[in-house]
């Protein structure tokens, strides 16, 4: 090959060199001395340019390409990939690329933005995603003799600004080509002329970030043709550019333009590169521009957001921390540190250090459930020296493509006041039912006696009336042990007597107390095979009880009650099903909440202190069982609970 061959390529340039290696007489391209004039021009703007791109020519679509396209081919495919087809080198994406090749070649230009082929480029197939154009490269008689490949590839970040990366589009004297090339091109690109700037070539995306019309600035002077421009340092730019031939590449540039009738603040990512003709003179820019005005918004936005949180976290006393999983380290803020008593440390075992050693198992069970959930939430104690402090967490989890836990992002805040608050007011919830119970139980014994004689006397409306009381005291009565029932679980004080009970009798023997004195409903008990489980008697008796009141409590009279037990999973299952209002899906999960109660009209009338249901999750869960509900409006609900069998 002699330099008359290859004078168009450039000297010094790596990828020019790999070119000129190459026999290209032994590829289907054949020897440089009879390459067409538009491959010669087409070949010099791709090396000029530290964009990617490519040439496939011919119908092999034999490769030559620049050295900003090497990160695309990755380390298995340059450079072997220089100068044999692209059927062989993009083999594993060639059914899906090889119509697109072929359409060009028949003079249909394409492109996508953020498009994704699976490519092999390092030894292993990756996802990537690209914008990119194929454009037709014209032979001198108006035949297609091969495409022009312009692509970015958007992987890393499609949501933030595409970037630009260095571009030299050295125009040589083919205008026509050029102008058909800057055309199809997925990024914005023009032409200036001479050192007054005329705009003698522009697309479609120049137009649409100028907010002009091609009539309104085509073969005008820049500053003519944008006026706006003039003063915001644009000129100092394309002077230097012009006068030195040392390109100019900007990111976020803050460029203002007269855009819909207003002057709009937009950010350009953009390049002015030097176009030099044959004897190395500089004779006009090419401009390359992508707008970012979008993703500049929309980072400062998030940044202001973050901000924002940043103060009110600050203002809340709120600790943050940051656990990845899979080597155990987190990152925290000062006032996590701060809340946990711990020196800064990505070591997550010291944290655990610091909680009570009796709360670990709090901990490592609300870890456990927030896998399966994504929610993390736990309250614990943490010793701080000799004095014990009670700290919230709250979290979610993250999971990895294998979706397994992989990051537990949350906040830390300090919750001793609030605590010491809940214990003082269980503490007196506790003493008044428990002060009280002793004027009720004499208030009981009264009236039973008095109901005794009243039952011989003639007069019916104390009598009714001394009914009518005894009721209201056994309200009284089930509302205070209710609340201390709640107050000996909060402070750790009731006991689980665990005993073997066969399940089926249990259901059998509470339900016929409870027929005893329920006539409104009928309760229909499917008798199951003795079921024999390691539980309290009398408290799984109180949970039964409890669901069996709650279904008549909030059925029509007449309804049915259905109490099922079955085994399921190695666990006895036992569910009481009515034919009431229902329960709206919002209400369902809390309803074990404490004090939690359905507001609605059918329900304003119904006395109760969400006390029941709570009391049922607490005592289910002591016995490691799970308790739960399902509801439709209109179609009456289902309230489960399960237990561990008992184990051989």
């Given amino acids: 090959m002699t330099n008359a061959d290859y004078h168009f390529l450039k000297g010094g340039d790596e990828m020019g060199e790999l070119i000129r290696s190459i026999d290209w007489s032994k590829t289907p391209i054949g020897p440089v001395a009879k390459w067409p004039q538009s491959l010669r021009i087409a070949t010099s703007i791709m090396l000029s340019t530290p ?60 492109g996508f933005p953020n498009f994704m082929l699976p490519l092999d480029r390092n030894g292993y197939v990756e996802e990537c995603f690209f914008d990119f154009s194929y454009s037709p490269i014209y032979n001198d008689d108006e035949t297609v003799g091969g495409v022009l490949v312009t692509v970015i590839e958007t992987t890393e970040n499609l949501k933030n600004v595409q970037k630009l990366k260095e571009s ?36 479609q995306k120049v137009l649409e970030i100028w907010g002009k019309t091609y009539e309104q600035v085509i073969n005008k002077p820049v500053f003519e043709g944008l006026p706006e421009v003039k003063g915001q340092g644009i000129d100092v730019l394309l002077n230097n550019v012009y006068t030195t031939g040392e390109p100019f590449i900007a990111n976020e540039l803050p460029v203002k333009l007269f855009r819909n009738g207003e002057l709009q603040q937009v950010y ?64 925290t803020s000062p006032r996590f540190d701060e809340i946990m008593g711990i020196d800064n440390t990505s070591d997550h075992k010291y944290y655990l250090s610091a909680l009570h050693p009796d709360d670990l198992v709090v901990r490592d069970k609300a870890f456990e459930k927030a896998y399966n959930t994504g929610q993390l939430f736990y309250k614990a104690r943490v010793k701080k020296g000799n004095e014990t402090r009670w700290v919230q967490a709250e979290g979610k989890v993250y999971y990895d493509d294998e979706d397994k836990p992989s ?9 001793t006041e609030q605590k010491s608050d809940e214990i003082r007011k269980n503490d007196f919830i506790g003493m008044v039912s428990h002060e009280l119970k002793t004027p009720l139980t004499s208030l009981t014994a009264i009236i039973q006696l008095a109901n005794t004689k009243l039952k011989v006397s003639d007069d019916s409306f104390l009598a009714s009336a001394m009914e009518k009381a005894n009721t209201q005291v056994k309200k009284m009565t089930a509302m205070i042990n209710g609340f201390l029932n709640i107050s000996r679980l909060e402070s750790s004080k009731i006991q689980i007597d665990r005993q073997e009970i066969n399940l089926e009798h249990l259901l ?141």
């Fill in 407 to 415: 990051r537990i992002l949350g906040t830390m805040v300090d919750i």
């Fill in 508 to 648: 059998e023997e509470t339900i016929s107390e409870i027929e005893l004195t329920v006539t409104s409903h009928e309760i229909h008990f499917e008798p199951c095979n003795p079921i024999m489980v390691s539980a309290d008697h009398d408290k799984i008796s109180s949970v039964i009880s409890n669901l069996i009141s709650n279904a008549v409590k909030y059925s029509p009279k007449g309804k049915e009650i259905e109490v099922k037990c079955l085994v399921v999973d190695n666990n006895a299952q036992v569910s009481v099903r009515d034919e009431g209002m229902g329960i709206k899906m919002a209400d369902i999960d809390k309803l074990f909440e404490r004090y939690y109660r359905v507001e609605s009209d059918h329900t304003r009338n119904i006395s109760g202190f969400g006390i029941g249901l709570y009391l049922s999750a607490e005592i289910i869960q002591r016995h490691d069982g799970k308790i739960w509900a399902e509801s439709e409006i209109g179609n009456g609900s289902t309230f489960y609970f399960s237990l561990p069998l008992t184990r051989d």
């Fill in 168 to 203: 030299n589009l050295a125009l040589k004297r083919s205008e026509e080509n050029l102008s058909n090339l800057i055309s199809h091109a997925p990024v914005a690109m023009t032409v200036f002329r001479g050192p007054d700037y005329v705009i003698e070539i522009v697309n």
């Fill in 268 to 331: 350009l990512n953009f390049v002015y590169e030097a176009l030099k003709d044959n004897d190395d003179k500089i004779y006009g820019i090419a401009a390359i521009a992508i707008e970012v005005t979008e993703q500049v918004n929309a980072r400062q936005k998030v940044e202001e957001a973050e901000e924002r949180a940043r103060l009110a976290i600050e203002a809340a006393k709120i600790g943050t921390f940051d656990y990845t999983l899979f080597n155990n380290t987190v990152v």
């Fill in 51 to 110: 964009f990617p791109m490519y040439i496939a020519w011919g119908n092999e679509y034999t490769q030559l390409y620049n050295n900003g396209y090497r990160p695309i081919l990755g380390s298995s495919k340059h450079p072997q990939a220089m100068g044999i087809s692209t059927r062989e080198t993009f083999a594993e994406i060639w059914h899906i690329i090889g119509s697109m090749f072929d359409g060009v070649m028949e003079g249909k230009a394409v």
